[in-house]
């Protein structure tokens, strides 16, 4: 029997159109890496974002030097015109087909579909176990670059072999692909993983073990810089600053429902005086208590508590990313338990705040996301149909009223409550999940939350979950790759620069240091008795924003020669007058420089 499931889109650019070009040129990859290389074992391909991966098992040890070959059969088998042909099969045929070719990876993934619809789809000699979505003829591929090769686990399991993962991407033209490469090209030099221990902002530290960061004082200083300004404006907004513990009985979490329903996620328990306790996954169970701590009042709300919180989750080594994936983290958490007539205005609060987040740090364009439960799977999540419904109903209210654009994704909900997840656009046009605003509905009944209306009754509060940077080193991370290390004035850990020439300049160079830090600038002085052009360089490699080339002519006209890290220079200026530019640029919180 025929499978149907072969993709014509009169749109190569629709997400359905690119998942099959992308998914057709992986199983044309499997079938070249195991010509080229006998004894290779098949598992899975997917398509992911922008690419595609598949896994193998092989005795081969894959390299870069390997790609130039692979992608040579790949482009002869595309050549062939070989269209892609779906046919159903019963599970007893499929496992015969597979045994028969001794692929136990296939054997293995069968057992988990014995009471599914199985197909098989084939181009040309090669046949794969898969669910479809292909292009019609294998002439669509022609466009394509194999980039990367990683370890990774069968099925993500730790207990499981290590198989080889080849990245590639693929494309319906020649222009769509040359613009990634170079866009992936251009992310390499941006990796804030290099970046960020070159320029002494922080490290990831073998002894100590993977996942958890090491701020350094540069680093130090610009987190602290991020995380006073979200105060700043959270006390504006009306938002109390809390506290919150580190460790928590593990009663607590039961009574919240995380390990139930998030115990892969979190680290195991620790027996202090024989009871269990837990490092905390999350903060809104210890604010929940801080509420509870009190009978409130209709008058009392909304109630906003906010917290720099850390909280520890456990990740697979295979999946931690530098700042962006640790099992060390702080988020700048909030919740805000409110009325039911108060919900959506805190929202749009909340939604408000994310978008001066965003402006603020030089990010212009956003996508937006409604995350809602998956109605199939309702084992995964805790709560009524008709709550999720009408809490959804609530979100997109909030961004329709707006006018702005989003997203319905089912499924993709936290466990307790539907979302509006906010992803950022950086400046070479990736988008990276960040802020979060979350309904939630479950907690406030889990923990029996009360309040006195105006009727003299007790009634439920509802509660929002809000993190705007999502996590400090997530949102860090991204700022090192958004500017390639070059952070706008107000972020830069060192503003300025004074380089001096020779020795009999050390003692204005100083004052002037003095002078600087005076106004708030944050200033470093080179004295040593280098060239002054080694010291141009190092400063601009270390990304300082302006450099003060003070030399034997400028202490005697009593002025500055100014340059600024892109190379331009500015001469004959007074020292009163750098202060004032520096000082009004770093005020406004520009990120890109002012003075020309």
Sequence with gaps: MPAADVVHSADPNSPEALDALRHSTAHVM?????ELFPGTKITIGPAIENGFYYDFDSPHRFTEE?????????????????????????????????????????????????????????????????RGGHTPNTRAIRHFKLLSVAGAYWRGDEKNPMLQRLYATAWPTKPQLVEHLKQLEEAKKRDHRKLGPALGLFSIQELAGPGLIFWHPKGGRVRMIMEDWLKGEALKRGYQMVFTPHIANLDLWNTSGHTGFYRQNMFGAIEVEKADYQLKPMNCPG?????????????????????????????????LH??????????????IFCTPDQIEAEVEGCVDFALTVFKTYGFEKYAMEVSTWDPEKTGDYSGE?????RATKALEGVLSRRGIPYKLIKGEAAFYGPKIDMKLIDAIGRPWQLSTVQFDFNLPKKFDLEFVGSDGARHRPLMVHRALYGSIERFFGILVEHYAGAFPLWLAPVQAKILTITEAEVPPAEALKKTLEAAGLRVELDARSERIQHKIREATLEKVPYMVVLGPKDVAAGTLAVRRRDGKQIFGVRPEDFVERLSEEAARKATAPSWE
């Design 66 to 130: 390997d790609f130039p070959k692979i992608e040579k059969r790949m482009l002869q088998i595309a050549e062939g015109n070989h269209d892609f042909v779906g046919r159903e099969v019963s599970y007893e045929e499929s496992k015969k087909y597979w045994a028969a070719r001794g692929e136990s990876y296939k054997l293995e993934l069968l057992e988990g579909f014995k009471d599914q619809k199985l197909t098989h789809y084939s181009h040309g000699t090669f046949t794969d176990l898969c």
């Design 287 to 319: 604010h929940i208590l801080i509420y509870k701590s009190a009978l409130r009042s209709y008058k009392d709300l909304p109630l906003r508590l906010a917290e720099l919180g850390t909280v520890y989750r456990y990740e697979r080594s295979g999946v």
């Design 385 to 389: 149909a008709e709550e999720w419904e």
């Design 30 to 34: 499997a079938q070249a890496v195991q």
């Design 322 to 335: 530098g700042l962006l994936r640790v099992r060390g983290f702080t988020q700048d958490d909030a919740h």
